[in-house]
């Protein structure tokens, strides 16, 4: 069973600062990886999406890194705003299943 | 406008009063799956569904039952909820796994049991 986990729990941060968010994962066979956002008491939005081929991928500001050998993944976070406080969930698919993290809560403070 | 639209949004109901929490999608996607999110345990997934009629436990199936007879719905039963069934239920669409496209999720329902 795929086994993830997300560091660091929760981060608070104040605003313009660069940010890293790291997801590890057990089970290297994964398609691929996608981040998620999640609002309070919202659904979870797709961020990003890094084919198991792929290394990096961007949007906007939102750079993610993929190492599937070691099982890692990184959500690189740039010029941070008070919009982007939210948990961001990483989930990796594997086999038959969607798998997620505990998600890293995030606080940009203005 | 793609949609995954979950029904109720909030529910609160007493210990064994059967109720079914309906999911639809209008993505045309073969795969749907229901998922619990607990303080400290992240998402979990229930059950899922590769295709119409196709179904499989996740891992957290205990108590909760389901049916795939439209590709587009995916209704999620507690034939006799318990106090521990109380939790913010989630359900999402997508092409199967190994596509490689996007999941989408319902805006959830937040589930009482008293």
């Known amino acids: 069973k795929q086994e993830v986990t997300q560091i660091p729990a929760a981060l608070s941060v104040p605003e313009g600062e660069n940010l890293v968010l790291n997801c590890s994962f057990t089970?290297?066979?994964?398609?691929?990886l996608q981040w998620f956002r999640q609002d309070p008491g919202k659904g979870l939005t797709s961020l990003l999406l890094i084919q198991s081929s792929q290394r990096e991928q961007t949007s906007g500001r939102l750079n993610a890194s993929l190492d599937k050998s070691s099982g890692r993944s990184t959500l690189y976070i740039a010029a941070s705003q008070p919009g982007d406080s939210a948990t961001y969930l990483c989930a990796p698919p594997t086999g038959n299943q969607f798998y997620f993290g505990t998600g890293t809560s995030l606080t940009v403070i203005p | 406008e793609a949609q995954v639209t979950q029904n109720p949004r909030y529910l609160i109901t007493v210990t064994g009063k059967k109720l079914t929490v309906t999911c639809s999608q209008n993505m045309n996607h073969e795969y749907m799956s229901w998922y619990r999110q607990d303080p400290g345990l992240g998402l979990r997934q229930i059950y899922y569904s590769m295709n119409v009629e196709v179904t499989d436990k996740g891992d957290v199936p205990e108590g909760y039952k389901v049916s795939r007879k439209e590709k587009r719905n995916f209704p999620l039963i507690l034939e006799s909820p318990s106090p521990n069934q109380t939790s913010l239920y989630f359900c999402?669409?997508?092409?199967?796994?190994?596509?490689?496209?996007?999941?989408?999720f319902g805006q959830g329902t937040r589930l009482t049991v008293v």
């Open positions: 999402a669409s997508s092409r199967q796994p190994q596509m490689n496209t996007e999941a989408f």
């Open positions: 089970d290297s066979a994964i398609y691929n």
